[in-house]
């Protein structure tokens, strides 16, 4: 696989895991728990987590791949 099709794999690995944590964090209402006056602040924080923990997510499944494709390099 060449280097510009890894890198467009990755950004999208990476853009989805991010709006999946987006997706799933915002069933939590932080606005509740966080009890801030101003719900932007919660939202400001809902968007740092959700790229923080989409993030980690996509490192681990382009992490994932990187070693598959390693697999099948190795020599017997």
Not at 23 to 40: D, G, Y
Not at 58 to 70: K, P, T, V
Request: glycine fraction near 4%.
């Amino acid at each position: 696989m060449t280097l510009g099709v890894s890198a467009i794999i990755n950004i999208c690995i990476s853009l989805v895991c991010i709006v999946f944590a987006w997706r799933v964090l915002w069933n939590v209402k932080l606005e509740k728990w966080l009890r801030v006056p101003n719900p932007s602040q919660a939202r400001a924080l809902l968007i740092l987590l959700s790229v923080a923990i989409g993030h980690q997510v996509a490192r681990f499944l382009i992490d994932y791949l990187d070693w598959s494709r390693l697999i099948g390099q190795t020599l017997f």
